[in-house]
């Protein structure tokens, strides 16, 4: 058996290892679903972004999750597979990405796991922008979701750069030249907020500082994996390798506006994990607002020597986590 049958068809008739493409409200959407287990519980992973697939990474990112759980990765609009399964109509789904399409799309994305997999509630974990999809659908579908996770939970998009860059100023205060090259990133921040060709690149220049004073213990991306990915054909990893904002320009309007703090109601039990060098979604920005979530359990948890893909970090930490809180 190749290495890439041994990874793709990895668990015996106990588990499942189950690659579709079905048709999500008029747009054909990738879904992948693993575990070593079919008892398991049930989770829906919302890869962040907008277009961050982590389906192709699964056997990177999420190896030891598929021993405890049963692992949903999902594509979302235009992001890696289902991009691809919809090159031709990419440019009209780009103007799609409401926050109700994104609804819908979630719901369809149950009612075909109803399809493939006997199930009653399914845990929801959405991380960075997934985390703000996931956390509106969780408030909204206390009959649907058994526990809701937030890892780098999305608050504010703008508030939320607002609380990195003086985050980052006080890190670096006896480094005048980078004090102002936050302070010249922080008055870029176009108002009203849409994320223009030029405000992208001083993010890029942004998220450099950061990782140099703050994310300090990061893992490197690994690209290596990514181009030998056996989940993923050539043209869907460059795909990952050279994102098109283009793509997401709807899904970037949601983003933008939306706000996580005008409903703090949970029907289900919610964590959210974070880690503690994350400037992206800082944790922070969550804990001012944790004593208002009301839930009928709820837990914030940062995990030390981690940045925002806390999970990539600190495997086992991040694990140990979220199977305490859900079992």
């Known amino acids: 058996m190749s290495r890439k049958q041994k990874i793709l068809q990895c668990y015996t008739e106990k588990g499942i290892c189950l690659y579709e493409t079905p048709e999500i409200n008029g747009i054909r959407q990738y879904i992948q679903i693993r575990g070593a287990d079919k008892k ?56 799609s ?8 799309d979630i719901d ?15 845990i929801l974990m959405g991380f960075s922008w997934g985390s ?49 090259k936050i302070n010249a990133f922080e008055n870029s921040i176009p108002d009203p907020p849409q994320m223009t060709p030029a405000f992208m690149n001083s993010l890029q220049g942004f998220s450099m500082l950061g990782a140099k004073y703050i994310a300090k213990d990061g893992r490197a991306f690994p690209i290596k994996s990514l181009l030998t990915s056996p989940f993923l054909r050539f043209g869907e990893k460059m795909a990952m390798v050279h994102g098109n904002p283009k793509l997401f320009s709807g899904t970037y309007q949601t983003m933008l506006s939306h706000d996580f703090r005008n409903n703090l109601h949970f029907d289900m039990p919610v964590l959210f994990v ?8 800082p944790n922070e920005l969550l804990a001012q607002h944790f004593g208002q979530i009301t ?30 809180f859900t079992k």
């Open 274 to 281: 974070s880690g503690n060098e994350d400037f992206v979604c």
């Open 108 to 122: 369809a994305v149950i009612a075909y796991l109803h399809t493939v997999y006997d199930f009653e509630e399914i």
């Open 132 to 180: 703000l999809i996931g956390a509106e659908y969780a408030k909204r579908h206390g009959e649907t979701i058994s526990h809701y996770i937030g890892v780098g939970q999305f608050i504010h998009y703008i508030d939320g750069l607002h609380y990195s860059c003086e985050w980052l100023r006080n890190v670096v205060k006896d480094a005048p030249a980078d004090v102002e």
């Open 295 to 324: 839930a009928p359990q709820k837990k914030n948890v940062v995990i030390s020597k981690a940045t925002h893909t806390c999970f990539y970090d600190q495997p086992t930490a991040f694990l140990d986590t979220i199977i305490d």
């Open 97 to 104: 990405g409401t926050l109700e399409d994104y609804m819908a």
């Open 40 to 95: 398991a519980p049930l989770m829906l992973f919302l890869h962040g972004g907008p277009g961050g697939s982590m389906a192709g990474l699964c056997h990177v990112m999420q190896p030891e999750w598929e021993h405890h759980f049963t692992v949903v990765n999902w594509d979302q609009r235009n992001a890696c597979k289902t991009y691809l399964a919809n090159k031709s109509n990419a440019a009209a789904i780009s103007q």
